[in-house]
């Protein structure tokens, strides 16, 4: 199933909050913003075929750990970025994607992964790591951790999500 257009939308909304285009377009900083502007779509448009695939195998209760640890790779193989900065974007917009889409589907869960950044890095007590510099190796390691400490590893992203909700009062 192809995502419709409002769900494009909304996913670009959360790739953009991800801030991912700023951490990638250092990479660029030294290249004129015609360049710049062009890769930075190159980037956006492959993650979002990468987006298209996984969604799809996901409605089809098809989605494999695998999968996604081969769609990150892909991209950061493709795009020459980090593994921490082509898993950002993905695990966020499977995390929506689900609960968006899948009634909080228990099979499908446990196989989604925990978007990584600082902030997660810290509730494992590791010191904060660039996404620039995350590796697969460092990636799969964290994500183990965290299956340890979470039966489903997403959970371990929206218990922060909750506990601001509680704290701003709107939950």
């Not at 980090?82 to 695990?91: L, R, T, V």
């Not at 600082?118 to 620039?132: A, E, N, P, V």
Request: hydrophobic residues 35%; aromatic residues 8%; charged residues 30%.
């Amino acid at each position: 199933m192809a995502l419709t257009i409002h769900q494009k939308s909304v996913y670009l909304m959360v790739y953009n909050a991800t801030l991912i285009s700023r951490s990638i377009g250092k990479k660029f900083a030294g290249e004129n913003n015609e360049t710049r502007k062009l890769k930075l779509e190159k980037i956006r448009k492959c993650v979002f075929e990468q987006i298209e695939d996984l969604t799809t195998r996901m409605d089809r209760n098809k989605l494999t750990e695998n999968d996604i640890i081969k769609s990150i790779d892909n991209l950061s193989t493709k795009l020459g970025i980090s593994f921490g900065q082509a898993q950002k974007p993905i695990n966020v917009i499977l995390k929506y994607h689900f609960y968006l889409t899948r009634n909080n589907d228990a099979r499908i869960k446990r196989r989604l992964h925990c978007p990584i950044d600082s902030f997660i890095q810290q509730k494992l007590g590791k010191s904060r790591t660039s996404l620039t510099k995350i590796s697969k190796e460092n990636y799969l390691e964290m994500q183990k951790i965290i299956g340890e400490k979470s039966k489903n590893r997403i959970d371990f992203d929206t218990q922060w999500d909750e506990r601001y909700l509680k704290k701003w009062g709107l939950l």
